[in-house]
């Protein structure tokens, strides 16, 4: 049976906008459905806190707290949040909707992957990660399920539901929240730990698996497992996969060095590391095909870490004397010309001229032996790895490869330190003359913008504005207000005058328009209700289908949504369900029955019973009539009178 059709959200339209086609996936804190946005009519992914966590504040806060910092990271490599809001018991986020799998679909279909793809899925996680270290947030739950991966080859980071300032002190008593298998040590000694190196331990961990195939430490238990990664280092990839190359172990063993200090400060250090380690491979050991990846998986030629597209910053070397293949070739060709048979003497002038063509051919291929010669040992090599280098560091580098720098350029990173080597032109790898220049081009960190003030614009105009300062507008918030009009700006996140880096999510909040306290009209007709509701700026709305009322008479107000007492903003909308008039039901005949029986069948029936003994019927017991004859009809609810002599 399909799960999804006993799922009440599924075909509701939450908050008036959100319309919930299909359940994705359910977790412990909250619900993932595929949805569509009717506003603005495209796909996304709605995030729903179960109900029953929705009454605990710490829950509803943590769970902001993550639509809140997801929406200042304006990042390609990061699940976006659109919105974030409540419908009655609901309280959701609205997402990017990412149609693909999870790295751990990956991983459990394909095997240990080559090393290229797991540098390919590797560092779009670090970027992400980077931007929100150096934006002051750490993730927490780094593992494959939360990294996903898109029909068209995009890693995106999701899930920053564990999401921490690094600064904010917690209080977690005791618990450890993660996932044990990429816990750091410090997360399991110190709950609530908040630094970015333990999402570093965390992608290391992730690292192993990708190359081989297992998690680092894995155990019946889960004890058994925190206990080794506090106790034990992760064992190098080689040691399950014989020929990895020691770049990769030491890249591993970087990231998940068990004392903190040891490891990059943060995932932009780890990514420059994780850079140098590829540049530093051959294309072969890049594609090498590990014996504990799945066969099947890797003959399949569309295999899902085919697609993931290869970094623009990365560049392919070229192959080890590709330009010698031809050259040489040519030398054996020539060199393995034999002398002629003598010729008879009359023949001399011709043979002269032979000699003289063959030790002509003989020093033609001994020049061009000794120029490929020359070529390849004499004239070249390769730019050394550059990026993440300070100038200085750069020029070092160079200078021990014979190399000198032409030019230095700068530019705004969001995910290079300032002062560092962001590219260089030819690029790391690529074969150069000896004694040539090499430009480099330097971060000046991020580029900052102020935020503009955009209050009391209208939304759309406000995110144009928000645009045009290289800003994006982020989660929008919708607050009562009586100065500012309904759909324009009350205020920002940060504030006006805030500089931030060009590309940050600015938070809005939006006017509701004025508070008003809804009138009650239950019980008006629908003219007078429609009347009273409209003076009050609301607009109204009637159900299409009527509900018996006892209370109210046929066409009268029975039911309005919101209540009375409710608070509504100017032009909300009341909806007013109209009464069809009681239940008419068929009276039971008791005449002739004891007293106790006709109560009992006449409240089985709907009805209040009330006795009339008069002077006559104070000691009786027998029923001798009835306020409404049986077999007639009366309202249910109303008294019926039994008269008793």
């Known amino acids: 049976m399909d799960t999804t059709l006993q799922d009440p959200l599924v075909g509701h339209v939450l908050d008036g906008r959100y319309r919930v086609d299909a359940r994705i996936a359910v977790g412990g804190m909250a619900t993932v459905y595929r949805a569509v946005d009717t506003r603005l009519d495209r796909v996304l992914a709605l995030k729903v806190m179960h109900p029953s966590l929705a009454a605990d504040g710490s829950f509803v806060e943590r769970f902001i707290r993550e639509a809140k910092s997801v929406a200042r990271l304006a990042h390609p490599n990061v699940v976006q949040v659109f919105d974030q809001g409540t419908d009655g018991s609901y309280v959701y986020l609205a997402m990017e909707y990412v149609a ?49 991966i898109g029909d068209d080859g995009r890693v995106k980071v999701a899930d920053f539901g564990l999401v921490r300032s690094v600064d904010t002190v917690t209080s977690t008593t005791g618990a450890v929240l993660g996932t044990v298998s990429y ?160 010729l008879p003497p009359r023949r001399r002038g011709h043979s002269r001229r032979r000699v003289v063509t063959i030790v002509a051919a003989v020093l033609l291929a001994l020049g061009l032996g000794a120029g490929v010669w020359y070529i390849n040992s004499g004239q070249f090599t390769r730019v050394p790895p550059l990026l993440a280098k300070t100038e200085a560091q750069a020029r070092d580098r160079l200078e021990q ?115 008003i ?24 709305k009637v159900a299409t289908e009527e509900v018996n009322s006892a209370e109210y008479d046929k066409g009268q107000v029975a039911r309005q949504t919101p209540a009375d007492g409710s608070t509504a903003a100017e032009g909300d909308t009341v909806t007013l369900t109209l009464s069809k008039g009681p239940e008419m039901i068929e009276v039971p005949d008791v005449v002739g029955d004891s007293v106790d029986e006709a109560r009992q069948q006449l409240e089985a029936a709907g009805f209040s019973v009330d006795e009339d003994r008069g002077l006559l019927g104070l000691f009786g017991d027998t029923v001798k009539g009835q306020s409404v004859a049986g077999g007639e009809s009366a309202p249910k609810g109303s008294t019926i009178t039994i008269k008793i002599r």
């Open 100 to 148: 693909g799998c999870t790295l751990r679909d990956v991983l459990r279909e394909r095997g240990a992957l080559q090393p290229r793809a797991a540098l390919d899925i590797l560092e779009p996680v670090l970027a992400a990660l980077g931007a929100a270290h150096r934006a002051g947030f750490v993730h927490r739950d780094m593992k494959p399920e939360n990294v996903l």
């Open 183 to 342: 816990l750091a040590p410090e997360q399991i000694e110190q709950p609530g730990a908040a630094d970015p190196r333990v999402d570093v331990y965390a992608c290391g961990v992730v690292l192993y698996e990708m190359l081989t195939g297992e998690k680092p430490h894995d155990a019946e238990s889960a004890a058994v497992v925190l206990y080794k990664h506090l106790h034990e280092d992760v064992p190098p990839p080689s040691a399950v996969v014989p020929g990895l190359p020691f770049e990769l172990d030491e890249l591993v063993a970087s990231a998940t060095a068990r004392t903190p200090a040891v490891r990059p400060h943060d995932a932009v250090a780890l990514l420059a590391q994780a850079r140098e380690a590829r540049f530093a491979l051959s294309e072969d050991q890049l594609d090498a095909v590990p014996p504990q990846a799945l066969a099947a998986a890797h003959d399949n030629a569309d295999d899902l870490t085919s697609v993931i597209p290869r970094s623009l910053t990365v560049p392919r070397p070229l192959p080890v004397n590709e330009d010698d293949t031809g050259a040489e070739a040519e030398f054996h060709r020539t060199s393995r010309l034999e002398s002629p048979p003598p």
């Open 401 to 515: 490869s014979g190399l000198e720098v032409s030019q230095v350029k700068h530019a705004y990173s969001d995910s290079v330190k300032r002062g560092t080597v962001i590219s260089s032109d030819p690029a790391s790898g690529a074969r150069i003359r000896d004694n040539d220049s090499v430009a480099l081009t330097i971060s000046d960190g991020p580029r900052t913008v102020r935020v503009p003030d955009v209050e009391g614009y209208r939304l759309d105009k406000a995110r144009d504005l928000l645009k045009d300062s290289g800003l994006d507008p982020g989660m929008v918030t919708r607050a009562f207000s009586d100065e500012v009009p309904r759909g324009s700006v009350i205020s920002t996140d940060p504030e006006k005058g805030t500089e931030r880096r060009a590309g940050s999510a600015i938070a809005l909040t939006v006017s509701k328009g004025r508070p």
């Open 517 to 540: 306290d809804v009138p009650d009209v239950t019980g008006e007709s629908l003219q007078d209700a429609r009347a009273d509701l409209e003076e009050a700026g609301l607009k109204v």
